[in-house]
């Protein structure tokens, strides 16, 4: 069989991410074209997959102008702007891999799954968390039901502070006008990753959450709109200069290295701290999203779960705890930890994977497992293959816009499932 044949419209860190999986797999999957306004970033990527100069645009249109010219398309654009590629695409018959979030508010969500529909193709978006080694051997335990019926969950994000800093703070994702919310746009993995181990969508949901740190009243005396023009920049654990510093000195000069530069030198780190919005001080932003959120979820059958995100934590994996009627299971990323009631007998699962849970690492296994997943789907024909799918990730959309609109309303909000 000849390798499924993509093209990439979003040449960033997750799209070529995701791009680099048919590098590795040359026998499935091959990159075609790629669209990318970035003239640096649209040439390093046609050269790392050998696209001729035709075939590496910076509109997507004018791929879509050409009808279908591949398989599948990768759309990894930035939030805003998947809604108007994944019409597109799909009208002209392609299979789609949709970044999350698919859309940013109902209608749109909605639009895209009619549109999949319409035109028969298969849609997987990147929810990523579910194609986990660690979240396969989770939900084997609870569906086995060796731990009976679950009764309540409690699941945390520690995004990391400088993290936190780096995306919702000083980059892409620091305003909820300009991007999307923080919950749609970090934690809609979570809210979604909680509704597949749990089985089922939450039906109510209430939320609480603000913006409490990063903000002006909790600047330094002293410190400088700049971190490299700041006198007290040594003491701040949000400093520019030591979170890109040190991985430029380490030879780390992937995410989110990658994000602030084009080229990994002192020069261009220079000139990017101190004319580009990297280098600003955490203090002294025009961030406006929430730097924590709890969310409070009802399921049908009675069963609860709470989320935790805190921007102000270590970056580490995201910890869970399902307690169920027979049992306890622990996880944190890497490490199952199962009591069984009865027995009192404990067991651990060790399942650690090459790469760490960030973006950077490949999301544990995720990011492969996704792509695998939706080769394999295109390839066969069998869209039961996708986790993620135009039906689930609605459903898991939707959670998070009830989510919001309680914690701007302070109300339980009903989550609409009907689709």
Not at 101 to 128: F, K, Y
Not at 246 to 261: N, T
Request: include cysteine; hydrophobic fraction near 40%; proline fraction near 4%.
């Amino acid at each position: 069989m000849a390798p499924l044949s993509l093209i990439v419209v979003g040449a960033g860190d997750r799209g070529s991410g995701h791009a680099r999986w048919a590098l590795r797999h040359p026998d499935r999957a091959r990159v075609v074209a790629v669209a990318e306004p970035r003239p640096t970033r649209r040439q390093r990527f046609a050269a790392e997959h050998g696209i001729a100069a035709l075939g590496a645009v910076e509109d997507w249109r004018e791929l879509a102008a050409r009808g279908r010219i591949a398989d599948a398309v990768l759309i990894c654009t930035q939030d805003r702007l998947h809604l108007e590629p994944a019409l597109a695409f799909a009208e002209l018959g392609y299979h789609i891999m949709l970044e999350k979030p698919m859309a940013l508010d109902e209608p749109s969500c909605r639009a895209i799954v009619a549109a999949v529909e319409r035109a028969g193709v298969i849609l997987a978006v990147g929810h990523v968390l579910r194609y986990t080694p660690y979240t396969e051997a989770l939900k084997g335990v609870l569906d086995s039901g060796r731990l009976g019926d679950i009764v309540s969950v409690q699941h945390t994000e520690p995004v990391g502070h400088w993290h936190q800093a780096h995306s919702f703070v000083r980059g892409n994702w620091r305003r909820a006008d300009e991007a999307t919310s923080m919950l749609m746009a970090k934690s809609c993995h979570d809210l979604d990753w909680l509704q597949y181990i749990v089985g089922q969508p939450p039906t109510r949901v209430s939320s609480f959450g603000r913006l409490s740190h990063f903000t002006p009243a909790n600047r330094p005396a002293g410190a400088a709109d700049r971190c490299l023009d700041c006198s007290v920049e040594a003491q701040c654990a949000f400093s520019a200069k030591r979170i890109y510093g040190e991985r430029l000195a380490g030879g780390d000069h992937g995410w989110p290295l990658s994000v602030v530069v084009e080229e990994p030198t002192e020069e261009a780190l220079d000139t990017a701290l101190r004319s580009g919005p990297y280098g600003r001080c955490v203090y002294a932003c025009d961030n406006d999203v929430v730097d924590h959120q709890v969310v409070s979820m009802e399921f049908a059958d009675g069963a609860t779960a709470t989320f935790t995100m805190t921007g102000l934590s270590q970056m580490a994996n995201r910890r869970t705890t399902v307690f169920a009627t027979r049992g306890e299971l622990h996880g944190d990323g890497t490490m199952l930890r199962i009591h069984d009631f009865l027995t009192g007998q404990d067991e651990t699962i060790d399942t650690t994977p090459e790469g760490d849970m960030s973006a950077g690492g490949g999301h544990g296994g995720g990011d492969a497992g996704l792509m695998d997943a939706f080769v394999t789907a295109v390839a066969t024909g069998d869209a039961s293959l996708v986790r993620s799918g135009p039906h689930e990730s609605l459903l898991s959309h939707l959670a998070v816009l009830a989510a919001e609109r309680a914690r701007h309303a302070g109300t339980v909000e009903q989550v609409g499932i009907s689709t």
